[in-house]
């Protein structure tokens, strides 16, 4: 349950961080969308960086990190939205 908790709360401070929140979709599209990112970032080997980057980066970003599986979608939802 700890990991669920640490890699939930690594998502939404990413989807926050790239400025992609007020961008989630609210089409039942969306819902599988979300859920598939968070599958994809339970899934991810690399939350020791993810936090360190989300460190450094407080202040916001225009992008996620290379390493960062969902950061293509974030991006799309910050284009379609």
Known sequence: MDRMS???????????????IDHIPTS??????????ATRCM????PGECAEWLEEHQAGA????????????????KTAG
Not at 6 to 20: C, H, Q
Not at 28 to 37: E, F, I
Not at 43 to 46: I, L, M, V, Y
């Open 6 to 20: 640490e890699k939930a709360s690594l998502m939404g401070r990413m989807i926050t961080t790239v400025g992609a």
């Open 28 to 37: 039942q599209s969306g819902d599988g969308q979300l859920r598939r990112a």
């Open 43 to 46: 899934g991810c080997g690399k």
């Open 62 to 77: 225009d992008h996620a990190p290379g390493f960062c599986p969902n950061g293509a979608l974030f991006d799309e939802w």
